[in-house]
């Protein structure tokens, strides 16, 4: 039985806690955005130190309530969730600091904070839960106050995004609901550990493969996979930025990571992997060609983000369907580094649209407004951008790697051809914004606007962590070789949530 | 019992899935609200048949499992909040546009 620890429920509820706190600051916008990044940077702490617990002691775990899995609520803590949380409580963090050097509307609003850190803590217990209704529930809980958050957006179209969005979001919920209902009727618990343990001890039961299709639905469509993905680029684009740049880089990764443990812990046999497998590697091949294509055709530079988003998940898809551990373990790494040039990304084009003169990200009205701008945001968008197009010295090409790597393991060409001429498309169009809006001679009218003029301290950051993590990749590696070696084992997850005399607990 | 709770659930969903494709947002809406009743009664009648008597009640017969209620109670929770965000923003969208029909809210194109 792996140890408690304490520290998972900071990381998970201390948000919720600093929502409520900034909401008693009703009308101090300023005192309320410092909260939340206070709160940011004391959940990010948490998170580092339950991974690095996780890398000393193995898998840690606690027990809301105290009350015996698989009977209670139960937090695990192993390497996938805590590598995920620590990605996803970076960017948050991120996202909180640029909202202190914002100057939209939206981050004056008194809930902006509430809502936000209610997401972090719907992302964050998402990754952390070891049972699918609690998963349920805190997807929930992330789905609403990011709906809440785009329909309160600067943009007057995010009301009819959120609206959208929520729709299809309940809709994704409802299949979530049938899985559930499916998977409870098939095993008679909805803990991970004892799913887990049931399918590896006896034979399959009744309705194991309809709640695995119900599941991979749900999972795709909080993910945007290619036949679910037409609410995300308009839910993204029209989002305030700190939250595009969540939005985009780590909440479509709760998706991804429920689909790498239905493959790796839930439907561990032949039949229901081959499914979802299958459906994985088609799927992702789709989303890659059309996110790529869709980028280069945008007519706005954060929809050409958004939809450069939709590719990037099909790659991270490729990975979990070849289902190799070096395939995963790319996979982690391509996640994990995606979170980072992405949200930088999106700070960056951000902070270069409050500088327009209707505070647009459309193309037509960007170009030469990076003049009025320091010269080294130029340099970090271009960074940003080569980064995104897998090119040597920066982590985007160590993910590109690994991911290329496993991909001549398996043997497919057709989908390698593809993900590199994806990344080709992907320097085209990120050179081009460039150009356009860091080389270009800037128009009369961008020269005379006043600005809002938003603080690009936090995409700096960003990059910078960007660069180190090309140049030092080896620790993020290991690291997800090591998870990978881990998740492939479901025992060890099983036995480190159950125990070892569980199997002497009797079910009806 | 069984006969009669598969035929409910299949009419609410039949009846959902037609609320949701109408043109209209409060309509689609409601047709949310049938849909997430036609779970609920899924989710009840799952676990909801086996036993004879309450949970933890009596010992001496088969009891019913608790836990698909519990399931039930969390899901109608969440369910209703998200369907009132839903009416809320719908409500919102009807006093901007002045309507509520799909074809005129469609200012988000391409």
Sequence with gaps: MAPTNSLILLTVFLPLFGGVLSLLLWGRHKAQRYVGFAVGVVAWMASVGVLWMNWQDGIQIYRLGGWQPPFGIILVADMLSSLFVVMSTTVLMMGLLYAIGCNDKVVKHPTFTTLFL????????????????????????????????????????????AIKYLFISSMGTLFLLLGIAATYSAFGTLNFAD??????????????????????????????????????????????????????SVVVKVGVYGLIRMTTLLFTSEIELEIIRTILLVLGTI?????????????????????STFGQIGFILLGIGWGTPLALAAAFVYAFNHAFIKSALLMLFGVVSSRTENKTANLSEV????????????VLYLLGGLSLAGVPPMNGFISKLGLVQSGIDAEMWLTLGLAVG?????????TRTWQLVFQQQPTDSTAAVKSYNDNPLAP?????????????????VDFATATAEQIINAPIYIEAVLGTESSAISRR | MNLVFAMTVGILFGLGVYQLLRRDLIKAAMGFALLFTAVNLLLLAVGAFDGTVPAYTD???????????????????????????????????????????????NHLQN
């Design chain 1, 118 to 161: 209610a997401m972090q803590t719907g992302l964050v217990g998402a990754l952390y839960t070891g049972d699918l209704f609690t998963l349920f529930v805190f997807m929930e809980l992330m789905v609403l106050s990011s709906v809440s958050l785009v329909a309160i957006s600067d943009n007057r179209l995010g009301l009819e995004a």
């Design chain 2, 59 to 105: 010992q001496t017969e088969q009891s019913s499992d608790p836990l698909v209620q519990a399931l039930i109670l969390t899901a109608i929770v969440v369910s209703f909040g998200s369907y009132a965000l839903l009416l809320g923003l719908v409500n919102i969208v009807s006093t901007r546009f002045g309507t509520a029909r799909t074809d005129d809210v």
């Design chain 1, 367 to 378: 170009g030469g407004v990076g003049h009025s701008l320091p010269a080294f945001v130029g």
């Design chain 1, 287 to 307: 989303s890659i060609f059309f996110g790529s294509l869709g980028a280069f055709r945008t007519y706005d530079g954060k929809r050409m983000l958004a939809y």
């Design chain 1, 460 to 476: 700096a950051l960003l990059i910078s962590a960007c660069v180190a993590l090309g140049l030092f990749a080896a620790p993020l």
């Design chain 1, 195 to 248: 799913i887990g343990q049931i399918l590896a001890s006896s034979e399959r039961p009744f309705l194991a493969r309809e709640a695995a299709i119900m599941l991979t639905a749900a999972f795709l469509l909080k993910s945007a996979v290619f036949p679910f993905h037409f609410w995300q680029p308009d839910f993204h684009t029209t989002a305030p930025t700190p939250v595009h740049a969540v939005l985009s």
């Design chain 1, 422 to 430: 994806a990344g080709i498309l992907t320097l085209m169009y990120m």
